[in-house]
């Protein structure tokens, strides 16, 4: 590891959040991991114009591929505290943004956890963003329209969207920057639904590289999460799970039950037609892991005094009294020097 010391300074008009001091890395990069090399035959030969008026080039399809890699960025702070890197994995039609800059100019979870000490990971899963995609994925790609996350991920009650910004309906006190919702939908990019074994593949081989570790999971991670801490009990070491939209396989809970567990969840899930029965889920979880005698934490933020969120309450206004509780949690089980 190269001992460089550097120094981002934020400005204080950009982020009044994080004017107090600059955050100081000892080192910060990128790498991809993972994926594997697949063979591509039987295909024509092609004439392609790479750009329009240009000459065209030969191009045989055929030969062997690189796919199913994921992409990571590293930042590792000079004033470590955590006693273990932290893993930051994001949500289906998502990416690593999930954890920067929120799409109301606020500083994110990235720089709240960096700056708690945290040498800090977040990644584009294969399939997305810096990652990738291949044509070798089966079916075909989908994203969400831009009115859909609104009522989907809790912004605002189900029939509340209006295309009009001005007679959008919202949830009592919701915490989602409503404004910035465009600039979150430009966060979006395409996933599959038939990608999850490579995905849980790359995450496994980033953990390989990295851990033992802490590993924060969202919504559709939340199942990577959990098949790879039953595939690696040994360096999953703690998995914070906010709002997975699965959780573990109860047969493995034996395996697993040495790791601490902490499953968050926002507002309005408890009567939400879709999702009460995803909270039922991590709920039942629970209580098995806990009959198991595993150490397992749920939270509904409500009842912890933290109310208006959404399914993205790491974007929320509210969101570093979030990462707070979370960093107390780390703190109590021993975690943070």
Known sequence: MRKILF????????FPAMAAEPIALRDMGSFHVGGRIVEITGKPVKEVVFTPGGVPAKVDPNGKYQVEQMYVQ????????GKLPLLLWHGGGLTAVTYETKP??????????IRAGWDTYISDAMERGRAGWSSTFKGEAMELPFNDPWERFRIG????WNDDAAKRVTFPGAQFPTDSYPQFMKQGVPRWV???DEIVKAYIALVDKVCPCVVLVHS???????KVLE??????????AVEPTLAGDKNKIASIKGTPILTIIGDNAKDHPR??????????YAEAFKAAGGDFTFVDLPDAGLKGNSHLMMMDKNSDQIAALIQKWLSDKGLVE
Do not use: E, H
């Open 7 to 14: 120094s981002i300074l934020l400005s204080a008009v950009a």
């Open 74 to 81: 590293y930042f590792l702070p000079q004033n470590k505290k």
């Open 104 to 113: 109301d100019g606020q500083p994110g979870w990235l720089n709240y956890f």
């Open 157 to 160: 009650p189900i029939g509340s």
């Open 194 to 196: 038939t990608t999850d």
């Open 220 to 226: 559709q991670s939340g199942t990577f999460g959990y």
């Open 231 to 240: 595939a690696r009990p040994d360096k999953v070491k703690a998995l914070v």
């Open 275 to 284: 999702w009460k029965n995803i909270r039922n889920n991590s709920v039942v």
